[in-house]
């Protein structure tokens, strides 16, 4: 990185040249550089501080305790299938189903020295819905939108299981989830929080299911090869 020092110098040579170059008087410009260059140091140590203090924190996250790992119980079935347990630390267990709005929104306010937290979401990241038009029309990229579901429950020490919640048994307080290519099993709970979100709708109106729609990465990436198509 360069100096403050060295960044005033060059703000103050620039001035200098354009006084020169011009043969007018070189005071306003020297404030100009001086404007600049103050500029030039500002941005330069809060964009310092930001990459040591975000640095620091990811830091922090990789040298903490990790999640207890998850495991199929043997010998242990409910319903006839198995359980998924953990090793037990004497907190209770809170299962998030989801990772969108509702479910990011309780991960990122949970106190972690309170719960176990597991989340369950066949979508490893959470979407920014706001700048989902930009990605689809090339303003942003689309990885630009995303935050992984994985760094979220990092600062909590929790637990993500890539699966789809199938079923609830609110009385055994068991979830039933499925995972591509490995079957189903049962997941037992302390609290649970649904936040699944909802499906889109017509409403009955003939037409709209022919029509595009921008909840989703892959809509706005369709959205976008479909005009990249026609030009």
Avoid at 112 to 127: A, G, L, T
Wanted: aromatic share 8%; charged share 25%; glycine share 10%.
């Amino acid at each position: 990185m360069f100096r403050a020092s060295t960044m005033l110098r060059v703000a103050r040579l620039g001035a200098r040249q354009m006084s020169t170059a011009t043969g007018r008087p070189d005071g306003s410009y020297r404030r100009f550089g001086r404007t600049i260059g103050t500029w030039m140091v500002g941005t330069a140590v809060l964009a310092s501080a930001g990459y040591y203090v975000g640095k620091d924190e990811i830091d922090a996250f990789d040298h903490e305790e990790p999640a207890s790992e998850l495991h199929l119980s043997p010998g242990k079935q409910f319903k006839g299938l198995p359980i998924i347990e953990a090793e037990s630390t004497g907190r209770e267990r809170l299962v998030v189903l989801g990772s969108g709005w509702g479910a990011v929104a309780v991960l990122k306010t949970l106190d972690r020295d309170k719960y176990d937290v597991i989340v369950v979401s066949p979508d490893n990241y959470f979407i920014f819905t706001p700048l989902l038009p930009s990605a689809t029309v090339g303003t942003v990229e689309f990885r630009s939108v995303l935050e992984g579901i994985r760094r979220i429950t990092k600062r909590i020490r929790g637990a993500y299981v890539e699966a789809s919640a199938v079923d609830v048994d609110f009385e055994a307080k068991c979830v039933l989830i499925e995972k591509p290519g490995e079957g189903r099993a049962w997941l037992p709970y302390d609290r649970l929080v649904v936040g699944v979100g909802a499906q889109s709708i017509t409403r009955g109106t003939s037409g709209l299911e022919f029509c595009h729609k921008l909840k989703t990465i892959l809509d706005a990436r369709s959205i976008r090869q479909h005009i990249m198509a026609n030009f």
